[in-house]
């Protein structure tokens, strides 16, 4: 099994994309990237602390390989965007890929490259060695699963979901 740590606006979002995908066994998300020990999502939404909703994916590279992965990562959100996804903005909401090694760092730089003319506007997406990652509080944990009726469900979280899962259908569960 590994791990990479991904931020792509909000972590309901990223998390409701990537959750079954073949070879994907956990989306846990958190806060990374930042200055502040085992913050609170009201710190993190107070843009003080330096971190990035994020979430932990664990997935077998034998089944989805890393750059599959990141491919999908990649649909699911804009990576053009600075600081911001649509209507949410802030750093917290940066686009990034804070990587456990080289292989990862160079698997993300090559999909980016790869993926450079696919969009209309230049790749903001931080590239950073993964120094922390604090897991969220439980009520954000299959938030979109939990809470399909919710308002922003089920405009943003459900629009981004379908988008993901439509480009990439043969790659789920």
């Not at 995908?21 to 085992?38: A, F, N, Q, T």
């Not at 698997?107 to 604090?134: M, Q, W, Y």
């Amino acid at each position: 099994m590994e791990s990479i740590v991904l931020g792509g606006g909000c972590f309901w979002c990223v998390e409701g994309a990537l959750k079954d995908l073949r070879g994907v066994s956990e989306v846990i998300p958190g806060y990374s990237g930042g200055h502040v020990d085992d913050p609170t999502y009201e710190q993190v939404c107070g843009k003080c602390t330096g971190h990035a909703e994020v979430v932990r994916v664990s997935f077998d590279p034998e089944i989805i390989g890393r750059t599959t992965l990141l491919e999908v990562f990649f649909t699911c959100h804009d990576p053009t965007q600075l600081n911001r996804q649509d209507q949410d903005i802030g750093p917290q909401y940066r686009s990034a890929v804070f990587y456990a090694d080289e292989g990862q760092r160079e698997d993300t730089e090559a999909v980016i490259a790869g993926l450079t003319d696919h969009f209309p506007h230049p790749i903001v997406t931080e590239v950073s060695p993964l120094t922390n990652f604090f897991v969220a509080e439980d009520f954000h944990h299959n938030y979109f699963a939990n809470n399909p009726y919710n308002d922003y469900c089920r405009v943003v979280v459900a629009s981004k979901i379908a988008k993901t899962r439509a480009k990439h259908a043969l790659l789920y569960e």
